[in-house]
């Protein structure tokens, strides 16, 4: 969190490197900021190159994510649909859920201490 008084770009550069998961929120808004698309994906995904991290992205909105450098990755939600073409939209939510469980059991099977002590996402069941 980046508290008042904060530097944000060393806090978020920290946050960065300190993270097992970095979660890239894809939408027009955020591939069209400077920060985000030359400082923080770059980072993310040189973090992630070093198997140091693991990046999903995570399609809000229909933009071209996969155009950008992130667009090598697996996204979530399923097939990388965006969130807002989902009818009813915790279906889309509920592949978010379930793919970012999958990561971090990966990552506890991997010995990740700092995996071990975040839970999978709860209370989240496969109702299919």
Do not use: F
């Amino acid at each position: 969190m980046i508290d008042p008084g904060d530097e944000w770009d060393e806090t978020i550069q920290r946050e960065l490197r300190e993270a097992d998961v970095i979660i890239i929120l894809a939408s027009v808004a955020a591939l069209s900021t400077d920060y985000i698309t030359e400082h923080e994906i770059p980072k993310a995904l040189e973090l992630h190159a070093a198997r140091e991290s693991i990046v999903v992205p995570i399609v809000l909105e229909s933009c071209r994510w996969d155009k950008t450098a992130l667009g090598s990755l697996n996204a979530l939600p399923e097939k990388a649909k965006p969130l807002n073409k989902w009818k009813p939209p915790s279906d889309g939510w509920h592949t978010v859920a379930n793919g970012l469980a999958q990561v971090l059991e990966k990552l506890m099977k991997q010995g990740h201490k700092r995996a071990a002590q975040t839970s999978p996402v709860s209370g989240v069941e496969d109702e299919r």
